[in-house]
């Protein structure tokens, strides 16, 4: 069984930075995509980065491109997001999501999402 479970989140002020893992387990996650989006309250959940497979190719949603890097460790089966110069307007529910070996940037293509982690910025 697929598990994702985020770590990482907190309150931080607004041009402070933070940074989120997802621990993955169930199956060898090599060959999946791995993705954030995040929730803030009333809101829809939005794409924020995706990384392929081998983490050759990364894709940011343009209000985090410049701020926010993902990464991976395949031997970890971990996926990070490094969350720089962090903005009032981040602050939402981190969720990471996987899909076997589809980059998608939308939440309904991915079949797997962990709990999820708040993250607050304060101004």
């Known amino acids: 069984q697929v598990q994702l479970v985020e770590s990482g989140g907190g309150l931080v002020q607004a041009g402070g930075s933070l940074r989120l893992s997802c621990a993955a387990s169930?199956?060898?996650?090599?060959?999946?995509?791995m993705a954030w989006f995040r929730q803030a309250p009333g809101q829809e959940r939005d794409f924020v980065a995706v990384?392929?497979?081998?983490?050759?190719?990364?894709y940011y949603a343009d209000s985090v491109k410049g701020r926010f890097t993902i990464s991976r460790d395949n031997a970890k089966n971990t996926v990070y997001l490094q969350m720089n110069s962090l903005k009032p307007e981040d602050a939402a529910v981190y969720y990471c999501?996987?899909?076997?070996?589809?980059?998608?940037?939308?939440?309904?293509?991915?079949?797997?999402w962990g709990q999820g982690t708040q993250v607050t910025v304060s101004s």
């Open positions: 999501a996987t899909a076997f070996m589809r980059v998608g940037f939308t939440p309904r293509e991915y079949p797997y």
């Open positions: 169930g199956r060898t996650f090599s060959n999946d995509a």
């Open positions: 990384i392929t497979w081998n983490g050759g190719r990364t």
